[in-house]
């Protein structure tokens, strides 16, 4: 069985749309997306998250800015963000050009308008457990869509491949927690593990984020497991208009055989992403009201 994100992603939008319907445009809360230099996917990733905004009638601007940009006029833009009242979400799209600092740039953002959770500020309320933490949108997304489909996560064994900032060590904070749509038992495999497989196929809960293109064979999954898989390599194909296709980390065809639900890619954690990016935006717009 396929777990739709792109299904669920819609109904949370649909979601998201009524509970802003009666706020007047004005009063309603704004997502900002800073945009530094001209990176392709980071493009059509923000162009897709001004879209989603729209749909909702969530109020957003796309803040471009140029790749020469200097440090000091990016903490600049994001402290006029952070003290404009109809501002409620900031999130600077990853990767930044080389010159400028993720960690600093990240520290400038308030943390309650912080919806992207990127501010230690966030991740240390994650570690802790505490409630009011802004969660990464893909962890968070992950966590969603495994609840909104009645997979029980408590005392399963969750592996995550991949131990990035954005998403494996965010995830593992997230389900390693006492509560609620958590308390899993979780192991994070990396380049450095050994016999990766040995782990992988013991996962009840497997999710692949390594932004390896079909790295997970049938053969690495156990019968019956649940496949996330979050990659989204874009592979060279000339039979397509663009020229290339996107594929996750899963050899999904083989191992659809096998798991008992797998995310598509695309359609499967992507578009839970920008659900939650919006959603943590209305979180922070409750919370102010
Ligand atoms: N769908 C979405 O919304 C969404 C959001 C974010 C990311 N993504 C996708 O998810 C993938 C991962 O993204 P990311 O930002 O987390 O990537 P990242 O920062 O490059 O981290 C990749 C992680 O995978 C590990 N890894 C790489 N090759 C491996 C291998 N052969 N075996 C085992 N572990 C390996 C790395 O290990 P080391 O730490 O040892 O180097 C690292 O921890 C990418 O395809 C990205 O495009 C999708």
Same mark, same amino acid.
């Given at each position: ?45 923000? &162009? ?6 729209k ?5 957003s ?54 919806? /992207? ?65 958590? &308390?899993?038992?979780?192991t994070v ?5 050994? &016999? ?11 999710v ?5 293109p079909?790295?997970?064979?049938? /053969? ?12 989204? &390599?874009?592979? /060279? ?11 996750? /980390? ?15 890619v ?13 959603s ?10």
């Amino acid at each position: 069985m396929i777990l739709d994100g792109k299904a669920l992603a819609k109904e949370i939008h649909a979601e998201i749309a009524a509970e802003l319907a009666p706020v007047p445009i004005e009063e309603r809360p704004k997502l900002v997306a800073v945009l530094v230099g001209d990176d392709a996917a980071s493009q059509i990733y923000v &162009n897709s998250k001004m879209r989603a905004c729209k749909k909702v009638g969530m109020p957003s601007e796309k803040l471009e800015l140029p790749a020469s940009l200097s440090q000091e006029a990016l903490l600049e833009h994001i402290e006029r963000l952070n003290a404009d009242p109809s501002v409620y979400g900031i999130l600077v799209q990853l990767p930044l050009p080389q010159h400028l600092n993720a960690l600093v740039v990240a520290q400038a953002i308030a943390p309650d308008k912080d919806v /992207d959770g990127v501010h230690p500020v966030n991740y240390g309320k994650l570690l802790m457990g505490e409630p009011s933490a802004f969660v990464p949108c893909t962890p968070l997304g992950i966590q969603v869509m495994l609840e909104r489909n009645n997979v029980d996560i408590q005392g399963r064994h969750v592996v995550i491949a991949g131990r990035s900032n954005i998403v494996g060590k965010p995830l593992a904070c997230l389900l390693v927690q006492k509560g609620k749509n958590a &308390n899993a038992t979780v192991t994070v495999v990396h380049s450095r593990t050994k &016999n990766l497989a040995a782990f992988s196929r013991e996962a009840d809960i497997l999710v692949a984020a390594i932004g390896q293109p079909e790295f997970f064979t049938a /053969d690495m999954v156990g019968e019956g497991a649940v496949v996330i898989d979050v990659g989204q &390599n874009r592979i /060279d194909d000339p039979a397509t208009p663009r020229g290339y296709r996107l594929v996750g /980390d899963v050899a999904y065809d083989e191992v659809a055989e096998k798991a008992s639900l797998i995310t598509p890619v695309p359609g499967g954690v992507g578009p839970m992403t920008i659900a939650m990016l919006l959603s943590n935006t209305l979180t922070a717009f409750r919370r102010y009201a």
